[in-house]
């Protein structure tokens, strides 16, 4: 490989976790001689948790690609050598970022998709090919079309931008009485087992490191229930507010109040954060999860948060994610949703040092005043690291959610 000189510069397959080793450039966004921006977005890249997009971290004009489409390489491997644009110097380096978070079931994708299905549901349309002909579509959508033997430009897209998507795939091989490969032995279904494998072993690691201790709090959901349904009571349903939006916005700002759990544990030492980055884990349909982040989520409306939410669960279903959304969470939140079980006691993604679990909602017997009555019930959980803080931190954090969502209007 030709070494760099004063005008040129390489770009390194990013880190996008710290569970992630390598990466496969699947396909590139740009072209030789095309000028970049700090965000564009450069290349596809299948990990063994999503394909994402990777954006580049500075400015240049792509000089070449020092890698090929299908090559499987290590993090930090020079994938594309860029030129300086006029006047500048090259960069002293590439940022990685990583500190990926968590892992844990959730049911956001169930509930969230169905505001996404509906908002969707006028939507479909023949994707528009692009100037060189090529169809807009997921990898995995590509990938099961090949299988099933399916014209991509044949087919109904649901995603972003009228992209076919693997639930197109799936609709239109039902429709023309296809049969599909048995979800045992296709590629999908390999790279979920592979994905869940991964997990086990990250989070058995994080369980013999690091010190948990673990907290629980029921929380009546009582006001939260109303507010939302005379907040949602004029809204068409693809704006309405779940729940989930409102445990990541008051676990956003119940972080803020208690720094000391919104951070990471490095070198010896607790690094508190500058932001409050809420990671949210997505169950995926063809199995596995991923964990995008909703940055800044402490100073973000209700509503803000429910259109990071819809946005992140869109793009995890459509093979969209972006890079910058896979790094830098300083907090996990994980949620099992009504069909779940009441109770979740949660596994710390390093260096993190917190995650929050909420169970399902269910209605149990609850004292008001001098009376008992039925309240909509959910058991939240901390799972924190006892080298950074300690119980009574723990309690007081949780009593803060408690009583955020017991004055929604505070959210």
Not at 55 to 69: A, Y
Request: aromatic fraction near 4%; glycine fraction near 8%; include cysteine.
């Amino acid at each position: 490989m030709p070494e760099t000189d004063a005008t040129t510069f390489d770009y390194a397959m990013p880190s996008l976790g710290a569970d992630m080793d390598d990466g496969r450039v699947l396909e590139w966004h740009v072209a030789p001689g095309d000028t970049v921006h700090r965000g564009d977005l450069v290349a596809l890249v299948e990990t063994e948790k999503s394909d994402i997009d990777i954006e580049i971290w500075h400015d240049g004009i792509v000089d070449e690609f020092l890698v090929d489409v299908g090559d499987l390489v290590a993090v930090g491997t020079p994938i594309v050598r860029l030129r300086t644009l006029d006047g500048e110097p090259p960069p002293s380096g590439t940022p990685a970022p990583v500190a990926e978070p968590g892992a844990g079931p959730d049911e956001v994708e169930d509930v969230v998709s169905t505001v996404t299905r509906a908002a969707s549901a006028d939507a479909w349309r023949p994707p528009a090919a692009t100037s060189g002909g090529r169809v807009p579509a997921s990898p995995l959508a590509r990938r099961r079309a090949a299988e099933l033997g399916l014209d991509l430009g044949e087919l109904h897209g649901s995603g972003p931008g009228g992209a076919v998507v693997d639930a197109d795939v799936i609709a239109a091989s039902t429709r023309a009485a296809v049969t599909a490969p048995s979800p045992a032995t296709t590629s999908p279904r390999r790279s979920a087992d592979t994905m869940r494998t991964m997990i086990a072993e990250r989070m058995a690691t994080a369980n013999r490191e690091i010190p948990h201790y673990h907290l629980t709090r029921d929380l009546d959901l009582g006001s939260l229930d109303a507010w939302l349904t005379e907040r949602n009571a004029e809204r068409p349903i693809a704006e309405r507010i779940l729940p989930a939006a409102c445990f990541v916005r008051a676990v956003a700002v119940a972080a803020a109040r208690h720094p000391e759990l919104n951070g990471f544990w490095s070198d010896g030492r607790f690094e508190p954060a500058d932001a409050v980055n809420v990671a949210m884990a997505i169950s995926l349909r063809r199995g596995g999860l991923v964990t995008p982040k909703i940055e800044r989520a402490d100073e973000r409306s209700v509503d803000e948060v429910m259109s990071a939410l819809r946005e992140l669960v869109a793009a995890a279903r459509s093979g969209s994610l972006r890079a910058s959304w896979m790094t830098g969470a300083t907090i996990t939140v994980t949620h099992l949703g009504d069909t779940g079980a009441d109770l979740v006691h949660g596994v710390i993604s390093p260096p993190q040092v917190a995650l929050v679990g909420f169970g399902r909602t269910r209605s149990m017997p609850w004292v008001l005043g001098d009376d008992i009555v039925v309240r909509p019930v959910v058991t939240s959980s901390l799972a924190a690291d006892h080298r950074a803080t300690d119980g009574a931190i723990g309690s007081r954090f949780l009593a803060t959610i408690a009583d955020l969502l017991d004055q929604p209007e505070q959210l």
